[in-house]
């Protein structure tokens, strides 16, 4: 049972960091406006830190619930279907405050581990970047497959004045 346990989490871990992913990728402008007016990396990594907690702790939520609801709903059929006679409250639930405080603990856990590289990724983008994303999604070109975006991306950097003037030849 640990070893489903685990692998759950995982799971939920790898699913967790794709989505931080995409929403690093999708806000890529909103990252470079928050560096031009002088946001820290440490502002940008702490943003995306409290998104990944505050959706492991809603999904951790859910999951109380509907754990919760899954325990009294078998209660049910066990009280209908096997014994019976009697009703499903006369089975107490057997879920403890301390199993609920660490499945929210480990979740949460689990979901900041996931989120650190997307916060990280997020915080180190460069300036200029985000403002050739900006200039590629305003000319429609976003949906260009992914190599012609990388050599948009090298003819981009060898253009720009600093890079040229140090580019021998």
């Known amino acids: 049972l640990g070893v489903i346990a685990a692998m759950s989490l995982v799971v939920g871990g790898i699913g ?9 990728a999708e806000r890529i402008p909103e990252i ?16 995306f830190l409290m998104e990944v907690l505050i959706l492991c702790l809603i999904g951790s939520a859910l999951g109380v619930l509907f754990g919760y609801a899954t325990e009294r709903g078998l209660a049910a059929a066990a009280v209908r279907f096997i014994v019976r006679e009697g009703t499903a409250s006369d089975w107490p639930s057997q879920v403890s405050m301390a199993s609920i405080a660490v499945s929210v603990a480990v979740g949460s856990l689990t979901g900041l581990i996931a989120g650190l590289v997307p916060a990280v990724r997020a915080a180190r983008m460069s300036p200029s970047r985000t403002e050739w994303v900006m200039k590629m999604r305003s000319t429609g070109s976003a949906f260009l497959p992914f190599w012609t975006h990388v050599s948009m991306l090298t003819r981009w950097r060898l253009n720009t004045p600093a890079i040229a003037a140090s580019t021998p030849g």
Do not use: P
């Open 32 to 47: 470079g406006i928050r560096k031009a007016v002088g946001g820290s990396r440490l502002d940008i990594a702490v943003q």
């Open 16 to 24: 967790i960091a794709n989505v931080m992913l995409v929403s690093v």
